[in-house]
């Protein structure tokens, strides 16, 4: 149960601190006019098309003593992030980025900007708008990202597979653990992990379906 | 409150705002207007730019060649780079729709724009809008349990309770039947009478203006085209544009060609063609060019020649185009001139309009306007 414990704290760390990045990215995204936008929003996507082994490769690249954020990471703290459990964290905020900022764009455009329009001739700044309406009205996409976020990284196996490796306790993730069990024949102890791992996945997604939300979001049209 | 001493209000505008559409092209608004103490209208039909004028003065717009003062104060100077963003204009905007926020309270509504003042002024403030537009039993309520004139009167109290100093009325009362918009409007004026805030109230409903109006600007397609006292501008559109503004959306040029007093109608023959109408009687000799101006929607569509009617001028013609313009469709003929009908998508569908068919036109007498040259 190591294994299960370590992946729950690893997804909702992600969950966590990808609602604090992404809300506001998600905020700049959806009222922009930026022309370049769709740059921004193909970057953002990358993760939900590439095989997790690409990703984690140039992530594992990045990460590793000679990446750019590997070195930044060992001139500040003294050890390299790949093959930790903070590295997994990093690695994890960039795959399942795309699951936070969708439905957090898609909320944030469905609210009426006539709504927006009022708060600000009422004198509320853009801030207070943001806070008090905005927030307010996008709390089910709000709770859609966490939640999907929460659940992508908890299934995730290629990414970890790269960047963390196979350390018990520190990046045996419960998706790693399975494999490994499965790879030495433990089919009793892999079925322990795949439907402790199915039950939660299917209590989280009916949560979210329970509350009507939809789910596998395209970009929202403009 | 700070309203009470500002005296009599003033806004002076004058600005340039254009657009470039997705499918109708390039959209411009060039006005120049001032307004005074009480109820000013801004009449004209869909499309002429009223909303996009409101939005120019609110500062969620920022037009081009601006200067627009309120009390002599500047809100926004394009030549000496002054811009005051919405949010520090202090004015009042009631939208088409209520906008109420969803997730609060009628009275957390109401206050929102309230929070430079203490808890208890703040709650005094918000009983006397509420008890002010008769919604005060409403206080508790969520804006989803609520109708949508009650909706429009919470509306209008939320937007006047920070203390405007001037007030922008978009078509605000669309929707609701004559007995409760007179209400509110009563509502409006009595609130009003302390304060003399300039308020400026749009629509393009012909009724609206003869029931509020004291004063009138009637635009059409981004121009001012008649200023003044209701019926001076409204009643008899003796100028071309002032017709449109009025919600003819069909000017046709004519020649009378003969008068029956008797009957009371004269008959004019439009130009470049053999087609002939029917019109009321008016001041106008035989052999003399008119226009002659037609609602759209004052026109009936038949897809067969109709007979039996009592309406005069039943014209032939083709269908020329047919086009989606909000819920009905606007239909072009070509019948000796070109006619735009507007007809509701259902008539389009029972009728089995295609493009290019036979038609014929039905037009009483009194639908066709005489307006001088």
Known sequence: MEALWLSVRLAVLVAAILLVV??????????????????????????????????????????????????????????????????????????????????????????????????AVLGASRWRAFRQILLPL??????????????????????????GGNIPGVTRTVSIDIYDHVQSLDYAAANRMAIALLLISFAVLSTIYAMNRRVWSPWPGR | MSALNAGRGQLDARFRYSRTGPSRGMFELAV?????????????????????????????????????????????????????????????????EPALFPHLT?????????????????????????????????????????????????AL??????????????EPLKGLDAELKAAIVDDLRSWNKIRQLPILYVTHQRDEVDALGERVIAVDRGRIVAEGAPHTVLDAPRKKRVAYAAGFENHLSAVIQDIREADGVMRARLAGSETELE?????????????????????????????????????????????????????????????????????????ELAVGQHVWLVIKTHSCHLVED
């Not at chain 1, 996008?138 to 960047?163: Q, W």
């Not at chain 2, 109290?157 to 978009?170: F, G, I």
């Open chain 1, 22 to 119: 992404a809300v506001p990215l998600a905020y700049w995204l959806a009222q922009t006019a930026w022309r370049g936008k769709f740059l921004v929003e193909s970057a953002i996507s990358l993760p939900l098309v590439l095989p997790p082994t690409v990703l984690g490769f140039y992530l594992l690249v990045a990460l590793g003593a000679n990446g750019w954020l590997g070195k930044l990471w060992l001139a500040w703290f003294g050890h390299t992030l790949a093959f930790t459990f903070t590295g997994l964290v990093v690695a994890s905020l960039f795959y399942s980025l795309p699951f936070a900022v969708q439905p957090l764009v898609l909320a944030f455009e469905s609210v009426d900007p006539r709504l927006l329009a009022a708060a």
């Open chain 2, 106 to 154: 009628v009275e957390q509504n109401v206050s929102f724009g309230l929070f430079g003042a203490n808890e208890v002024e703040r709650a005094s403030r918000v009983q006397d809008l509420l008890a002010a537009f008769r919604v005060e039993h409403l206080a508790y309520r969520k804006p989803a349990e609520i109708s949508g004139g009650e909706a429009q009167r919470i």
């Open chain 2, 279 to 351: 019109l009321p009687l008016g001041y106008a000799a035989v052999g003399n060019r008119v226009h002659i101006a037609i609602r759209a929607g004052d026109i009936l569509l038949a897809a067969r020649r109709p007979e039996g009617l009592s309406a005069r001028n039943i014209l032939e013609g083709t269908l020329a185009s047919l086009e989606k313009n909000g819920t009905s469709l606007v239909c072009r003929v070509i019948a000796g001139a070109v006619f735009l009908v507007h007809i509701t998508p259902g008539a389009a569908r029972s009728l």
């Open chain 2, 32 to 96: 120049d207007f001032r307004i005074q103490p009480g109820i000013t209208i801004l009449f004209g039909p869909s499309g002429a730019g009223k909303s996009t004028l409101l939005d120019c003065v609110a500062g969620l717009l920022k037009p081009a060649a601006a200067r627009i003062e309120l009390n002599g104060q500047s809100l926004h100077d394009s030549a000496a780079d002054i811009f005051v963003p919405p949010q520090r204009r202090h004015l009042a905007y009631l939208f088409q």
């Open chain 1, 138 to 163: 996008s709390v089910p996409g709000i709770v859609t990202a966490a939640v999907l976020s929460f659940a992508h990284t908890l299934g995730e196996f290629g990414v970890v597979l790269m960047v």
């Open chain 2, 157 to 170: 109290a939320r937007a006047l309770a920070p203390a405007p100093r001037a007030v922008l009325l978009d």
